[in-house]
């Protein structure tokens, strides 16, 4: 059996491994107890909420992915009738091969998400009802809900990279196909990621701005309209939109990763996967190991999983290079080494990304502070320093970065006499692989933030009681905490990600005959696409944001509404209820109508820059994009983050604590923080690498029809 | 004698006339009758505060710019241990010209800062007696009061550069003198746009917060101790800063197509010199023929006559053309007409990206409105409404300057057959010198904004009646609307000068020896250079902005002592007068302190990424720099004029008007907005043309020692 065989048959092993965890933790989560009546009514709006909107943005996704099979079907990788001296169904088995890539890309995300919504509206119930039993029980229900996400994410991301790269690689001797793969699951992820985004936010804010700032009744009261939206929002806008970010970075840093190691030589495919294989193993031992003491801290037990997972991924892939070195290679691999040194390099970087995000957010931190203290001048104050430390914090991360990329660029130029730079691009791919290596791990505990968020709305809601209601308050602020360390990770290793990419379209452009050599920024085409692409992300980010506002402000209606024409429903009349979906109702449909707009500028200006300027001109748009989008995304949720907590810090006594005019500024930077760091700053990530994988797809087509 | 010679003298003549308008159009302000003896008062303070900020800053600036004297005599454009064959005084003598050429610089730029804010400190007391007789005067004061400053700034600077050049191209045969001259003018915009940026915005913010916000006075009270340094922050950010910022990019562009012309073909010299020539003269006849109806619209005066000069620059242009094509070149020299073509395309898309920045702060215009309406929800969506409208109204001056340095490159590439690269990024050098062609009228409708602002607050403090008021206010109003063209026409003209400075950046480091074809983004060093220099922006901003916020809060600090601890003040007694020198001392050493953090902090990360990266990575850096740079100044300037905009729309009446919870909102997005459009977004200019001189000059020693 030949060594990429070993391999595929060991990521396939492994995926189903974790396939196999998840059932057992998904099956051990439900097994919990559950009783209250009240938390089940309310859980059930939630699950019936979040399915209504997933059942309606996975239609519109059909339409779209429809449209999307057809004209690949037609024109890529190359158009129909393009396709050379091809007879029989040879003509066709290339773009029909990518069509269904595209295809199952988007359905093994779609299925990634579901199943992480499902567990997450059971895991809340448990872990807050586990919380009158004390905060052990409680934190192991909400983390082991988030790990079933982890689990899926990445096993049907492996999985599916394997398949379709197995089925397809012997014939085409290529990756394009994957591309396809890697492309469905992007535009999954731009649904919900955007989407979800933009349905979170419009929940939250119009939920805060009528119920607490207007009529003053507490977060998560029953009364209010917008309650169980808020709710269903947190699971479709961070679990499933996170889940699909993710999954989408991944895919796409191991195509990009398979696309540069077919270039350069065939013989590092199956390391690729034995790397990525190697993470998701590190990633079950972490999420399986994940405990808390009786009284412990739920920031350190989050926290030291991560970094048991990135101590086993060190050593595991040490002895796969070990492996390929001395036993496969006998001794002559010493190439292997620099690429192990890349994927070290970029997991070593994640981690100090995501250590810097940590300062610029964490309330016992200066910015935090020093936030907090000019929110005593007033919201304007808190609004100013917010971005100025948003600004700074961008910092760290972009040198960071660079220096990964120099780093594993220089490392492994060395292993191609004939091709340094292809082998550099290679190596800055693998670094992008090391980083999101731990990813699993990463969304267990991402997702485990939003379930013990609404485990203690349900807690509140169900009269679970003061102990309780603690218990789940401590678990909800160690979600927060460790939520921002994953998002600098996250970004770190979608911007290692999109560079790879770059190197990757070039590659492919070249394998397509663009001959590029670089790309050289004093050429005036290449100039105008950076241009337009530097501005991008920024209007991309201005549509969501305004779309949130929009829709929030239809949503305010409905409130007010409600509140005017239900009898009772102000008062808290026993029995009365409010018309929870129609919030639902209007929060889907707004997002979904927004998130196209926003989509479809970004897709469409991308696919314009390539008629008028050919690759030359998509190599610089790329190059802007990137750059900015990683930019903006660094900025919008650090200082989105940064206002979150500084409202935390206010409420937890300082400067005169809840109700003072600090805290009230302090309300008006978290709520314009609100879609910067759950709307906007995350969905740049995707709409990155949307543009990217267009480009790479729509290559072909660029290089014959151009103006310049 | 020569074509250079002639030209030289027509640029020395055409200067010679300016300064001449400037001293008439001086002595005609100052001959309009001022009487009223507390304007007098008032006005003398502003002044003498203005002169002790502008002495101080002077004072920080000699030692650091003797600094500098001595840095460039040791060590640029080479280390006076590399100077080869030469003997004797040539041994120093480049060195000693291009420091001493510096030095030059600034004190051209810092006397023409000198000579606007003493006009304007005269025209703004004239211009508010002159109120009291009609709109016409009282316009005419204050435009010719901003003219002075126009016509000033803009022959110093044709006149510097065309002796700097003079002096020593013939014996050096190149423009790297020149460059020294240009970095003196960027070094003083730094300290008079950055620092007065500061200034200004930390006495507006501390003024109104205590006075209108706190103890609800009016604006320009004269019992709050911060209004004169307010009214002293018009001037020296306002007037004397930008226009620093312009002597800056009007320099920098002459001088990068002057280091263009060189490498392409010396015959293009005196077209450089002519064309700049022509917009001066342009503008003086602009300016001098400006003029307004009796009950005119001020609005239309202003940009009629912007309209004119560009109307007279095009025909004149077109004939210089025509004499070297056939007088000077005998019918031979159509390569003219290509540049013509350049200039004329920099000039038309600078009108366009004026109008752009027009529709995203005009407050008929749907951006004003949709902000205004958002603010009925609160200060939360004044801002994000804000700033999502900051961001689109980036897209369409980005794609502006692409479209302009795509367009002028490719106009004139053809025109040298052995270096069409060099060819047209001299088209883009001079699209940029086309874009500033008409500088002078620029200059003076921005200084007349200041003006008539200041006289305003003289008005109202002199008592001189409602119907005065009201003719101040509509004069202030307009300059208001014409400032959103003229930024956008700044911040666009400087985004097309710092390409061509990367040309010609380029095109000094292979002078020196650096062999570079390019910046291929795919090479790792000059990625990370990229990455490192699109974070500087960002940074520079943040701190400038924090500046602000410190400074303010000191301020705060002792406006509140002297209402607590001078008896009466509160009170308005007759005689009790505050101590405005405090604020204006803690505004002056506050400003100078932040402003040097930032400065150096983007200086010095200019000056290690060249010792890491040597001079590739900084190419990679000052794309970065430029494209961020550009994004952010765009985004900052445009969001805070939409606030400031939003705030007199709702104060005109509209949502509620003055003291309703809308008009609240909107004053928290004017205060965020104002060190956004005052301080960091201007500012920004200024720090790429710092960073992009730094590395022209410093180009021959990260050559010589550089990590990789």
Not at 49 to 78: C, D, S, W
């Amino acid at each position: 059996m030949s060594k990429e065989m070993w391999a595929y048959l060991i990521a396939l092993a492994v995926s189903l491994l974790a396939i196999g965890v998840a059932v057992w933790m998904a099956r051990w989560v439900k097994k919990l107890k559950s009783e209250n009546a009240k938390i089940a009514y309310v859980s059930s709006l939630i699950k019936s909420g979040a399915n209504t909107f997933l059942k309606r943005e996975y239609t519109i996704l059909a339409v779209f992915a429809g449209i999307l099979f057809v004209f690949i079907l037609l024109f890529l990788p190359k158009p129909i009738w393009q396709v050379g001296d091809e007879v029989g169904v040879n003509r066709v088995l290339p773009n029909l091969a990518m069509a269904l890539s595209y295809l199952i890309g988007t359905i093994f995300s779609g299925i990634a998400g579901k199943i992480g919504i499902d567990i997450a509206t059971i895991a809340n119930v448990k872990s807050a009802e586990a919380a009158t039993k004390g905060i052990k029980p409680s934190f192991m229900a909400g983390f082991r809900g988030g790990a079933v996400m982890g689990m899926a994410v990445v096993a049907s991301c492996l999985l599916g990279v394997t398949l379709v790269f197995w089925a397809t690689y012997g014939w085409t001797g290529n990756a394009r196909v994957l591309i396809g793969f890697s492309f469905g699951a992007s535009s999954l992820a731009l649904f919900a990621k955007a989407g979800g985004g933009i349905f979170t936010k419009t929940a939250d804010i119009s939920a805060d701005l009528v119920g607490k700032v207007e009529l003053s009744i507490p977060e998560d009261d029953p009364r209010n309209p917008a309650v169980i939206a808020d709710n269903v929002g947190d699971n479709v806008g961070d679990v499933a939109g996170m889940g699909a970010d993710l999954f989408d970075s991944n895919v796409a840093s191991l195509a990009a990763a398979l696309v540069l190691a077919i270039a350069l030589d065939p013989k590092y495919i199956p390391l690729v996967f034995l790397f990525a294989t190697a993470g998701l193993l590190s990633s079950i031992i972490g999420v399986a190991t994940a405990n808390i003491g009786k009284h412990g801290n739920p920031t350190r037990a989050l926290n030291s999983s991560t970094y048991i997972t990135t101590g086993i991924y060190f050593v595991l892939t040490a002895v796969v290079t070990v492996l390929f070195d001395f036993v496969l290679d006998a001794g002559t691999g010493h190439s292997y080494w620099f690429i192990w040194g890349s994927t070290v390099l970029g997991l070593l970087v994640g981690v100090v990304i995501g250590l810097a995000t940590d300062y610029f957010t964490d309330d016992s931190r200066k910015p935090v502070h020093m936030v907090a203290t000019a929110s005593e001048s007033g919201p304007a104050f808190t609004i100013l320093s917010g971005i100025s430390y948003g600004f700074l914090s961008v910092f760290p991360a972009m040198v960071g970065i660079g220096i990964s990329a120099l780093g594993s660029y220089l490392l492994t130029a060395n292993i191609s006499a004939t091709m340094p730079a292809t082998a550099g691009m290679f190596g800055i791919s693998m670094a992008a692989v090391g980083m999101l290596s731990i990813v699993g791990m990463i969304i267990s505990n991402d997702a485990y933030g939003p379930i013990v968020d609404n485990a203690r709305g349900l807690v509140e809601m169900g009269n679970l009681g003061e102990e309780a209601l603690e218990i789940t308050d401590k678990l909800d602020s160690a979600g927060n905490t460790v939520k921002a360390v994953t998002k600098g990770f996250a970004i770190g290793a979608a911007g290692l990600t999109v560079i790879a990419l770059l190197g990757a379209f070039m590659s492919e452009a070249n394998a397509l005959g663009a001959g590029l050599t670089g790309f050289d920024v004093m050429d005036p085409v290449i100039f105008f696409g950076l241009l337009v692409g530097a501005a991008v992300p920024a209007v991309f980010s201005a549509l969501l944001m305004l779309g949130v506002n929009r829709n929030a402000q239809r949503m305010i209606k409905e409130i007010h509404r409600q509140f005017n024409d239900i009898p009772g429903l102000k008062d808290g009349q026993a029995g009365v209820e409010p018309e929870y979906d129609k919030c639902i109702d209007i929060a889907t449909k707004g997002a979904l109508k927004e998130l196209v707009v926003a989509g479809l500028f970004a897709i469409l200006v991308t696919i314009a820059v390539g008629f008028i300027g050919g690759v030359k001109a998509i190599g610089g748009f790329l190059v802007g994009n990137i750059v900015v989008g990683l930019l903006l995304a660094l900025f919008m949720s650090n200082s989105g983050g940064l206002w979150d907590n500084t409202k935390k810090y206010v409420e937890s006594g300082h400067h005169g604590g809840k109700g003072s005019f600090a805290h009230k500024a302090a309300v008006t930077g978290d709520t314009v923080g609100d879609p910067f760091k759950d709307t906007a700053g995350p969905s740049i990530n995707t709409q990155i690498t949307v543009v990217s994988l267009v480009s790479s797809l729509m290559a072909y087509i660029f290089i014959l029809y151009s103006i310049f």
